[in-house]
């Protein structure tokens, strides 16, 4: 509120209603403005936006419903609240009063307690509501800079990753000279390292470039089979590693519209994953599915699974099921976030069906019907969701 308790427009054809109503706001502290008809109080209500206006319905020229109307057909006005006081008692009436945008109504005659009381609670109701969008305003500057933040800080990282990973390959290969077995060893301790931070700075990399709709997608007809099968294979070398049984069953997709590099990230994640989860002698089974409209992807583990209560946070970003985890077996915690955007991207859906101890199945869909376009598409990665439902936070 500007100043005070704020400001009521008070708009009736009746004269003694206007000084009573006003007399009354103005001994509880409001400031009063004052109104014979709806064309006087659409011009003031546009000129000087009012906190709330108490409007006959009765009224000669235009009546209160089309000025209700009026008002909230004009997006200086429309969010004013306001309350119809009339002598109509009808349930039709109170019923276009409501359809008009009213927010409450009063009969007359009224009891000037009553009218106080109402004025005071849609007053604090708006003075919440514009709180509410305040912060709300607030909370996506907060987000945009964190967006802003972290993509430049991961190019500023990765910009120096590159040549130390060269030089130590130099290193490595004998170029500077001999290099001992301890030294080789040593060497090869800081590449894997300097993989591992590589990774992890292109993980939010392409966290902010989704959060930012920057991430870009070449979308073309292709061969999804063909795109499941080498990621597959990609990550077969792994699961050997770990004597994982790795098993890929297939119904034939149709040629359909996909970024092949993005969704062959997608199942690289997922696989790597299962792998990762999943103890020495385990198994893993994807399978491709043709359905009527859409394709599904599905990665089934016997691995130590997830609790009930974790399974809405593991595709938020930054949100770790549990730290000592994350560090037991490695990982930035971003590859799900990852995931679900480029899915959502392809307007299709990712979930997963877990139990623990019990192993996880994670899966998403594929539309067939996608239009051939190189895609730049923002996405909220901040969603919580139980099974394939999203929950919006």
């Given at each position: 509120?500007?100043?005070?308790?704020?400001?009521?427009?008070?708009?009736?054809?009746?004269?003694?209603?206007?000084?009573?109503?006003?007399?009354?706001?103005?001994?509880?502290?409001?400031?009063?403005?004052?109104?014979?008809?709806?064309?006087?109080?659409?011009?003031?209500?546009?000129?000087?936006?009012?906190?709330?206006?108490?409007?006959?319905?009765?009224?000669?020229?235009?009546?209160?419903?089309?000025?209700?109307?009026?008002?909230?057909?004009?997006?200086?006005?429309?969010?004013?609240?306001?309350?119809?006081?009339?002598?109509?008692?009808?349930?039709?009436?109170?019923?276009?009063?409501?359809?008009?945008?009213?927010?409450?109504?009063?009969?007359?005659?009224?009891?000037?307690?009553?009218?106080?009381?109402?004025?005071?609670?849609?007053?604090?109701?708006?003075?919440?509501?514009?709180?509410?969008?305040?912060?709300?305003?607030?909370?996506?500057?907060?987000?945009?800079?964190?967006?802003?933040?972290?993509?430049?800080?991961?190019?500023?990282?990765?910009?120096?990753?590159?040549?130390?990973?060269?030089?130590?390959?130099?290193?490595?290969?004998?170029?500077?000279?001999?290099?001992?077995?301890?030294?080789?060893?040593?060497?090869e301790m800081v590449?894997?390292?300097?993989?591992?931070?590589?990774?992890?700075?292109?993980?939010?990399?392409?966290?902010?470039?989704?959060?930012?709709?920057?991430?870009?997608?070449?979308?073309?007809?292709?061969?999804?089979?063909?795109?499941?099968?080498?990621?597959?294979?990609?990550?077969?070398?792994?699961?050997?590693?770990?004597?994982?049984t790795i098993t890929?069953?297939?119904?034939?997709?149709?040629?359909?519209?996909?970024?092949?590099?993005?969704?062959?990230?997608?199942?690289?994640?997922?696989?790597?994953?299962?792998?990762?989860?999943?103890?020495?002698?385990?198994?893993?089974?994807?399978?491709?599915?043709?359905?009527?409209?859409?394709?599904?992807?599905?990665?089934?583990?016997?691995?130590?699974?997830?609790?009930?209560?974790?399974?809405?946070?593991?595709?938020?970003?930054?949100?770790?099921?549990?730290?000592?985890?994350?560090?037991?077996?490695?990982?930035?915690?971003?590859?799900?976030?990852?995931?679900?955007?480029?899915?959502?991207?392809?307007?299709?859906?990712?979930?997963?069906?877990?139990?623990?101890?019990?192993?996880?199945t994670f899966q998403?869909?594929?539309?067939?019907?996608?239009?051939?376009?190189?895609?730049?598409?923002?996405?909220?990665?901040?969603?919580?969701?139980?099974?394939?439902?999203?929950?919006?936070?």
């Open positions: 509120m500007k100043n005070g308790k704020g400001q009521i427009l008070v708009v009736d054809d009746n004269p003694q209603n206007l000084r009573v109503l006003g007399s009354m706001l103005k001994e509880n502290g409001y400031r009063v403005a004052l109104a014979e008809n709806g064309i006087e109080a659409v011009k003031y209500a546009a000129d000087k936006h009012p906190d709330l206006i108490l409007l006959d319905i009765m009224m000669p020229e235009m009546d209160g419903i089309e000025t209700c109307k009026r008002l909230k057909a004009d997006d200086r006005t429309a969010e004013i609240p306001v309350i119809f006081i009339t002598a109509l008692t009808d349930t039709e009436d109170k019923l276009r009063a409501f359809n008009a945008g009213g927010v409450d109504y009063i009969t007359k005659p009224f009891v000037l307690e009553e009218v106080m009381a109402r004025v005071d609670v849609n007053i604090k109701r708006k003075e919440v509501e514009e709180k509410l969008k305040q912060a709300n305003i607030e909370l996506k500057r907060a987000d945009k800079l964190k967006t802003q933040f972290l993509s430049l800080v991961s190019h500023e990282l990765r910009t120096p990753v590159t040549p130390i990973t060269a030089q130590l390959q130099m290193m490595l290969a004998g170029y500077f000279g001999e290099v001992t077995e301890k030294q080789k060893k040593s060497i590449l894997r390292n300097t993989a591992r931070l590589d990774r992890l700075i292109g993980d939010i990399l392409d966290i902010s470039k989704l959060e930012s709709g920057a991430m870009k997608f070449v979308m073309a007809k292709a061969d999804l089979n063909e795109t499941v099968e080498h990621a597959v294979e990609i990550m077969e070398s792994n699961a050997r590693k770990k004597n994982i890929l069953k297939e119904d034939k997709i149709p040629e359909i519209v996909f970024d092949k590099d993005r969704i062959a990230q997608v199942v690289i994640n997922l696989v790597n994953n299962a792998i990762k989860f999943t103890d020495p002698g385990g198994t893993i089974d994807i399978c491709l599915l043709n359905h009527t409209n859409y394709a599904i992807v599905k990665v089934t583990d016997n691995g130590i699974g997830i609790k009930k209560e974790d399974l809405e946070r593991i595709f938020v970003p930054f949100e770790q099921v549990d730290s000592s985890m994350t560090r037991k077996y490695d990982g930035s915690g971003l590859g799900l976030s990852i995931c679900k955007g480029i899915v959502a991207s392809h307007g299709g859906e990712i979930w997963v069906e877990s139990e623990a101890g019990k192993g996880s998403f869909t594929l539309p067939y019907r996608r239009g051939i376009a190189e895609k730049n598409v923002k996405v909220n990665l901040f969603e919580k969701q139980v099974g394939n439902k999203l929950i919006e936070v």
